[in-house]
C-alpha cells in the first residue's frame, strides 16, 4: 500500500523511499518499490522526495539517493541503497 501521510510511518511494517525528480536510478528504481509496495501485504510504501522534504531526509540521515529505509513499528530495522530488485526489496524487509 502507498501512503502519502508521514503520520502513518510510526505504525506497522513502513519501507520508506529516498528519491528526487532528477535522479536517473531513483525513477529506474521507483516502479518496482511501487509493485512490491501494493504486492506485499501489511507493507506500507512511503515515497519522500528529499528536494521537498529535506527536513525529513536530514532525519533520516540520507547522504545519498536512492535509499530505501524499512521501518517497525517507526525504528529502523534495515536500510539498501541503490537500484534494488524485487528479491532484494524481500531480503531487506525479511532479513533473516
Do not use: H, R
Not at 3 to 8: F, G, L, Q, R, T
Not at 86 to 94: G, K, S
Amino acid at each position: 500500500m502507498i501512503i502519502k501521510d508521514k503520520s502513518e510511518l510510526k505504525s506497522g511494517k513502513v519501507l520508506i523511499d529516498f528519491w528526487a525528480e532528477w535522479c536517473g536510478p531513483c525513477n529506474i528504481a521507483k516502479p518496482t518499490v511501487e509493485k512490491f509496495g501494493e504486492e506485499t501485504e501489511e507493507l506500507k510504501v512511503y515515497f519522500c522526495n528529499v528536494d521537498k522534504d529535506n527536513d525529513m531526509a536530514i532525519e533520516f540521515g540520507i547522504k545519498s539517493i536512492p535509499m530505501l529505509i524499512y521501518l517497525e513499528d517507526g525504528q529502523i530495522k534495515n536500510k539498501g541503497a541503490g537500484v534494488l530488485t524485487a528479491a532484494q526489496l524481500t531480503n531487506l524487509i525479511n532479513p533473516n
